[in-house]
């Protein structure tokens, strides 16, 4: 299998990435969804020949290929595949970014999480997109992304992202100040939620205090 490597800034393997794609769609069969996120680094027309590769595959969508600081060429990735095209992923400037980004059909599923505009601020987003008629797909998981994809309908918000970024990474352990997992999973992949004031987490403050420092 391929793992990340030191190399010098972003460098881009679409080929390799391709072959991936296909092993694990043979792998794993038509019957499960599956994503793709080159995180940024593609040129556009890498992007489009791996997103038609992908479409190929049945693929869900193409997420943040290229990097986001020019909106222009995610409308011409659009315009060129049927496959979707999710993002904007970091781009900042919270609901108001993502609003251009829609009216100007520079991505087809919207992407945000609470570090753009904290709970409210994705709330906004999400509404956003709601109104629009367009799906949104919350970035990575937390308490806070959790309860917003809870209190959204599936139509809008579908999948939950645990972030599985490399084979021998482990996601079932708990923050240590923490006394509990705020997104326990069940076999089956569903994540309940807390049912505790707030968002209900539960903190550790024995070893918050033990772990402080002073001023």
């Not at 680094?41 to 479409?55: A, D, F």
Request: overall charge negative; hydrophobic content about 35%; proline content about 7%.
């Amino acid at each position: 299998p391929h793992t990340r490597q030191p190399a010098p800034g972003r460098p881009a393997f679409p080929k390799e990435d391709v072959g991936i794609c296909v092993a694990v769609r043979e792998a794993v069969g038509n019957d499960m969804v599956l994503m793709l996120d080159p995180w940024g680094v593609y040129t556009l027309e890498e992007s489009i020949w791996v997103g038609k590769e992908i479409e190929q595959l049945g693929y869900y969508f193409l997420e943040h290929p290229m990097h986001e600081r020019l909106v222009e060429p995610y409308r011409k990735l659009c315009r060129e595949l049927t496959i979707p095209v999710c993002g904007p992923e970091l781009a900042p400037g919270g609901p108001f970014v993502r609003a251009e980004w829609a009216l100007q059909h520079a991505t087809d599923i919207g992407r945000t999480d609470v570090n753009f505009g904290g709970i409210t601020g994705v709330k906004k987003t999400v509404d956003m997109y709601e109104s629009l008629g367009m799906r949104c797909e919350i970035h990575v998981g937390g308490s806070g992304n959790a309860q917003i994809l809870a209190a959204t309908i599936e139509d809008t918000c579908e999948y939950y992202e645990r972030g599985l970024l490399t084979l021998d990474m482990v996601h079932t352990s708990t923050a240590p100040y923490l006394k509990e997992s705020v997104d326990p999973m069940d076999e089956k992949g569903y994540v309940s939620l807390p049912d505790g004031p707030g968002l209900g987490v539960k903190l550790d403050w024995d070893y918050i205090t033990s772990h402080s420092v002073d001023d």
